[in-house]
């Protein structure tokens, strides 16, 4: 099964393959943006970033295998958030991240089309079925 080897992957214990992955200015607001929210699914990483799915899953492809995500597949989506337990070096990064992220006036316009436009609505259905038992924060935590 795909899913079992995707988060069968090690910490990320390389940081020039992770500080490759976060050179990215999308990539690192795609970081911004799994901060905030804790999950999102690839289609709202597509609809906020404004770009195209095979651009959005391209870069969330390398954030996985750099370490810094993991995946989910749920039916047709794929849902995304921070690996779990990074090392300290990693947590520290993406504090950093987080902090620059209220500073970034692109990141946080990006935040904001998230809060208004909110979930995609095949994913708001997939969540209104209560096949996830993740929850997304929207109180503005980077706002």
Excluded at 6 to 18: L, Y
Excluded at 74 to 82: D, E, H, L, Q
Aim: one cysteine or more.
């Amino acid at each position: 099964m795909r899913i079992a080897a995707r988060e069968s992957r090690p910490i990320p214990s390389d940081p020039v393959r992770v500080l490759r992955a976060l050179a990215d200015p999308t990539r690192l607001r795609i970081v911004a943006l799994l901060l905030h929210a804790k999950e999102v699914c690839g289609c709202d990483v597509e609809a906020v970033l404004g770009t195209t799915q095979s651009r959005a899953s391209r870069h969330l492809a390398t954030l996985r295998a750099a370490g810094v995500t993991r995946d989910e597949r749920r039916g047709p989506w794929v849902f995304c958030r921070i690996a779990p337990k990074p090392p300290a070096w990693l947590r520290s990064l993406l504090g950093a991240v987080h902090e620059a992220a209220r500073e970034d006036p692109e990141t946080r316009r990006m935040l904001e089309r998230l809060a208004k436009v909110g979930r995609s609505p095949a994913c708001a259905d997939l969540r209104a079925n209560g096949r996830t038992g993740s929850k997304s924060c929207r109180t503005g935590c980077c706002a």
